[in-house]
């Protein structure tokens, strides 16, 4: 029975740095995954290694890590920086191969007990990373708490992550009534007091389309200055803060700040409603060209000295105006 070794590689996808370099975008991983890989692949900690560091019997060529020189605790002199983390192994290939050494022995129990367990991975499967053939990843799976929980559940060893070694039970069935539990539908009741608090909504919906639909029909085919000052008020308090500000100075309007509040918020519509009051119907047709253009009022920052761009709205409708 064989294991696949885990991946050397910081780089999704590459086993080598000479594949990293041909590559032409390599993939990076996330922080989280580069911290792990780190703890992983770099800082091999015997304190959370997933297999026992006195038992000298898992890999005999190697014996007791609890007793190896390779052990930074055990050799002070050669791994000076390292004596604060005494149980740092300095033997990377080694580590892994008690690894997977640890995998095995894993599968030889379970496999002794009766049980033909899968291999799941302890991380998900990132965007563009290559699975592992065999290897079931963490959002494929469900961990259940003892064997039979379900009809599927089967027993599994973890070959890849934080969990590596690990035994447990997991249940794979994406369907599975147990493990992977839908929310219950709506009762009869629930859905007629839905419908019922729909229907308050549907006829002002209608009321609303139909009072449209009336006003419509009563708009005539020549604007008179009444539709012009109604069109016109809508169409500036649609505008943003901003636009409504550069208006009123555009056509210097006073504005009267407010006592004991003179940088508060100002009120632009309801103040422009009773400008737009003494606008002749040809004052408002102007007043609305503008309110159209005002956009191109503002002038940012970081183009300051440059020209209008010959397709703005504002150079458009001048050309169109002036034809």
Same mark, same amino acid.
């Given at each position: 029975m064989t294991r696949n070794a885990p991946s050397g590689s910081v780089f999704r996808n590459s086993a080598r740095p000479t594949a990293i370099l041909k590559a032409k975008q390599p993939r990076l991983i996330g922080v989280h995954d580069l911290r792990d890989w780190i703890q992983r692949e770099v800082l091999l900690s015997l304190a959370e290694a997933p297999f026992d560091v006195n038992d000298a019997d898992l890999l005999p060529a190697a014996g007791a890590c609890s007793t190896c020189p390779k052990r930074s605790g055990n050799n002070s002199l050669l791994f000076s920086d390292l004596v604060r983390r005494k149980d740092v192994c300095t033997d990377r290939e080694?580590?892994?191969?008690?690894?997977?050494? *640890?995998?095995?022995?894993?599968?030889?129990?379970a496999e002794t007990a009766g049980e033909k367990p899968i291999r799941v991975s302890d991380s998900h499967l990132f965007y563009g990373q290559k699975p592992r053939a065999g290897v079931i990843y963490r959002s494929d799976y469900r961990e259940a708490k003892a064997a039979g929980e379900c009809p599927t559940t089967t027993a599994a060893i973890v070959v890849d992550g934080n969990a590596t070694g690990r035994k447990l039970y997991v249940c794979a069935a994406m369907k599975c009534p147990v493990h992977v539990p839908r929310s219950p539908g709506l009762s009869p009741e629930e859905k007629a007091q839905r419908k019922k608090q729909r229907e308050p909504l549907r006829i002002q919906q209608e009321y609303r389309k139909r009072l449209l639909e009336a006003v419509y029909q009563k708009v005539p085919s020549a604007l008179t200055r009444h539709e012009?000052?109604?069109?016109?008020?809508?169409?500036?308090? *649609?505008?943003?803060?901003?636009? *409504?500000?550069?208006?009123?100075?555009?056509?210097?309007?006073?504005?009267?700040?407010?006592?004991?509040?003179?940088?508060?918020?100002?009120?632009?519509?309801?103040?422009?409603?009773?400008?737009?009051?003494?606008?002749?119907?040809?004052?408002l047709g102007r007043f609305l060209v503008v309110c159209a253009l005002a956009s191109d009022l503002y002038c940012p920052s970081y183009v300051s000295g440059a020209a209008l761009p010959k397709d703005s709205r504002l150079a458009r409708g001048s050309r169109t105006l002036s034809g």
């Open positions: 080694c580590f892994h191969a008690k690894v997977r050494a *640890q995998i095995e022995l894993r599968f030889r129990e012009l000052g109604l069109v016109a008020l809508r169409y500036f308090e *649609q505008l943003g803060h901003d636009s *409504q500000q550069r208006l009123f100075k555009f056509f210097g309007w006073e504005v009267k700040k407010a006592n004991g509040n003179p940088g508060g918020y100002t009120d632009y519509p309801k103040l422009a409603s009773a400008k737009l009051e003494s606008l002749t119907a040809a004052e």
